[in-house]
C-alpha cells in the first residue's frame, strides 16, 4: 500500500484523533493542523499527496480556504469534510475545487479510502504538464488556460471541467460523464449544475473568438472543438 503525505486540517481534536491513529496504522505521514489560517500556510509551505479539509472552521471557513489554495496554483487534490450534507452543500465545496466531498459523521476507514482514490485519480492524470489541443492549452500543474495564446481566467470549477474536456478532446462528453467525473457524482442531482458550468465555460472560452469552442450534441452532451 502507498504511503501518502496528509495534510489534515480539523478543529475537533477528538475526530482528528481517530483519522490519524488509523492513518499512522496504514503507514501515511499526516500533519495536522487545527486553524484554517495554519493550514493554508502549510499548505503553500510542503508538498502532500493530499489534504482533508474541513468546511466549518472557527478562524478561515474551508471554501475560503480552497478557493486560495487553487488562485495560488496549488493543485493537490482535496477531500473537504463537513456537517452540511445537502446536495446543494456538496455541489458548493465541489465547485469551489474540492476533488471529493464527505458528510460528516464518517468511517475513518471510507475517509482513507477515499485518500487514496483521490491519489490514484491525480496521479493518472498528472502524466502531461501541458496538455494542448488545437488553439487550446491546459497547463496542469499550474492550473491555467489558453486559446491562441490567450489566458482564460477560470474558475476552478471551469478549469476541472475544461480539463475534462481537453484531456477527451474531439470525443462526445456526456453530463453522466461530467457528474461521474468532474462532480465525483453517482447518481443525478436533479439539478442544473452541469448546464449552469458549461454555459459559464462556454462563455469564457469563446469570448473575443469568431470560432466557437464548445458544440452541443443534442440529446447527448457536449464536444471540445479545436478552436481554430
Not at 510542503?46 to 487553487?70: A, E, N, S, W, Y
Not at 495560488?72 to 456537517?83: D, I, N
Not at 462528453?173 to 454555459?199: A, C, K, Y
Request: proline content about 3%.
Amino acid at each position: 500500500m502507498t504511503s501518502l503525505r496528509i495534510l489534515y486540517v480539523e478543529d475537533d481534536a477528538r475526530v482528528a484523533g481517530e483519522v490519524i491513529e488509523l492513518a499512522h496504522g496504514q503507514g501515511d505521514r499526516i500533519t495536522w493542523e487545527s486553524t484554517g489560517s495554519a493550514g493554508l500556510l502549510r499548505a503553500g509551505m510542503d508538498k502532500f499527496d493530499v489534504i482533508i479539509l474541513d468546511r466549518m472552521l472557527p478562524d478561515i471557513d474551508g471554501l475560503t480556504i480552497l478557493q486560495r489554495l487553487r488562485e495560488s496554483g496549488v493543485g493537490t487534490p482535496v477531500l473537504m469534510l463537513s456537517a452540511l450534507g445537502r446536495t446543494s452543500d456538496r455541489a458548493e465545496g465541489l465547485d469551489a475545487g474540492a476533488d471529493d466531498y464527505l458528510a460528516k459523521p464518517f468511517e475513518a476507514e471510507e475517509l482513507l479510502a477515499r485518500l487514496r482514490a483521490l491519489h490514484r485519480r491525480s496521479s493518472g492524470r498528472e502524466h502531461s504538464a501541458v496538455i494542448i489541443y488545437g488553439a487550446f492549452e491546459c497547463h496542469v500543474k499550474a492550473r491555467t488556460a489558453f486559446r491562441a495564446n490567450r489566458h482564460l481566467a477560470l474558475s476552478p470549477r471551469e478549469f476541472e471541467l475544461f480539463r475534462y474536456f481537453i484531456e477527451n478532446a474531439g470525443e462526445v462528453i456526456t453530463r453522466e460523464m461530467l457528474l461521474r467525473d468532474v462532480w465525483h457524482m453517482n447518481f443525478d442531482p436533479q439539478t442544473n449544475v452541469v448546464d449552469v458550468s458549461i454555459g459559464r465555460l462556454r462563455r469564457k472560452l469563446e469570448e473575443g473568438f469568431a470560432t466557437p469552442a464548445l458544440e452541443t450534441i443534442w440529446g447527448t452532451g457536449y464536444r471540445l472543438l479545436d478552436g481554430r
